[in-house]
Nanobody
Framework: QGQLIESGGGLVQAGGSLRLSCAAS????????LGWFRQAPGKEREFVSA????????YYADSVKGRFTISRDNAKNKVYLQMNSLDSVVTPVYYC????????????????WGQGTQVTVSS
């Protein structure tokens, strides 16, 4: 599988928004089902959102429904995670992960991971 690279993280004020990007290198991102996960210090990696290979099916953790939106732009070879109304008081790292098959919802079901991008929400 190709390499995945996350970007778009950084410092944001509480209530603000960020858009994370996951770019694929070496493979077309249209060949992947892609999931977003996050991990805060001292906690296990958590499912956030996922999108199917063809793009019409999207999935969200209950904790982010209505605030986060996942989308695919095959022309740019990227998958995005739009994050609105950010209010976290911890500092999670967001990871994208790809599968050449159906969407899964556990991190152990993905073998192809990016390096992660950190999101810090401050007041």
């Amino acid at each position: 599988q190709g390499q995945l690279i996350e970007s778009g993280g950084g410092l944001v004020q509480a209530g603000g928004s960020l858009r994370l990007s996951c770019a694929a290198s070496g493979r077309a991102i249209s060949t992947y089902a892609l999931g977003w996960f996050r991990q805060a210090p001292g906690k296990e990696r958590e499912f956030v959102s996922a999108i199917s290979r063809s793009g019409p099916d999207t999935y969200y953790a209950d904790s982010v429904k209505g605030r986060f939106t996942i989308s695919r732009d095959n022309a740019k070879n990227k998958v995005y995670l739009q994050m609105n109304s950010l209010d976290s008081v911890v500092t999670p790292v967001y990871y994208c992960a790809a599968r050449g098959a159906a969407v899964k919802f556990r991190s152990d079901d993905y073998a192809n991971w990016g390096q992660g991008t950190q999101v810090t929400v401050s007041s």
